[in-house]
């Protein structure tokens, strides 16, 4: 089964996240994210951040968590390749990622949503569009919205 794949989405990007487990789902949702973002075959594992992260139901803690990585991304110029959820309930899920900074020579960034890369000011936000499937329930998260501009 693929980690995910890209769907038509009214978001500037569209993805369908698959995983046999709920952690599974949650880490290559975050997988897509970053992958969309840039070559993660070049991200080294030299920086680890500890996160716990909480909602009001799942919809919500998986648009919660996606965020969260996005505002590290934002304010710490960090891409993340490894994404290991230790805990995850309805409402809290703790997790360890692990990536580095965004390094000029090295890394290659897919889009212009990068802040070192950025020529011009936008006038519109850009948007990520998922769905999620967990093997043993439905479509849990429908076509949420995640910002990718604070």
């Known amino acids: 089964m693929p980690k995910y794949v890209f769907i ?10 698959f995983g046999a487990t ?3 789902l949650f880490s290559n949702a975050a997988f897509a994210l970053f992958d969309i973002i840039a070559d993660l075959d070049m991200v080294e594992n030299k920086v680890t951040c500890n996160l716990e992260i909480t909602g009001i139901d799942r919809e919500q803690l998986l648009v919660n968590w996606l965020s969260e990585l996005l505002y590290l991304h934002d304010v710490k110029n960090y891409l993340f390749n490894n994404f290991l959820i230790t805990n995850l309930t309805d409402t809290h899920l703790s997790a360890s990622v692990q990536g ?4 000029e020579n090295k890394h290659i960034i897919k889009t212009s949503r990068f802040p070192a890369q950025r020529k011009t000011q936008r006038t519109r936000s850009q948007s990520f569009g998922c769905v999620s499937r967990h093997q043993n329930t439905r479509s849990f998260w429908r076509k949420h919205r995640v910002d990718c501009c604070h």
Do not use: S
């Open 22 to 24: 709920l952690p599974e």
């Open 8 to 17: 038509d989405h009214t978001a500037d990007v569209g993805i369908e996240a």
């Open 100 to 103: 580095e900074a965004f390094v």
